[in-house]
């Protein structure tokens, strides 16, 4: 499953979202390049289309599947490792 991420260049918000982001992927054994999304939000494109649609107007967002994550939940590690898990995104098995 591909994890997007919606954001605005040079937005401070978006940015801290990332990294939380991919601090959460890296704690679950998954690699941010290969997992997630960057979906860059401008006047015309698909990804503000895409905002549209779930009726959100403010970045940084992510989306797993059905399930969104907004602004201030998603800068956060300790709400985003919970929101991929129940979305399904699962790491690697564990090693014994």
Do not use: W
């Not at 997630?36 to 503000?48: C, D, F, Q, W, Y």
């Amino acid at each position: 499953m591909k994890v997007e991420l919606f954001h605005v260049k040079g937005c401070a918000r978006c940015f801290q979202a990332a990294g939380a982001l991919q601090s959460a992927l890296v704690d679950m054994g998954l690699s941010y390049d290969e997992t997630v999304e960057e979906k860059h939000v401008r006047e015309g494109s698909s990804a503000l289309d895409d905002l549209v649609r779930m009726n959100l107007v403010a970045v940084p967002v992510i989306r797993a599947g059905d399930r969104v994550l907004v602004q201030d939940d998603a800068m956060r590690v300790g709400a985003i490792r919970p929101f991929l898990q129940q979305a399904g995104l699962t790491g690697p098995p564990l090693s014994r």
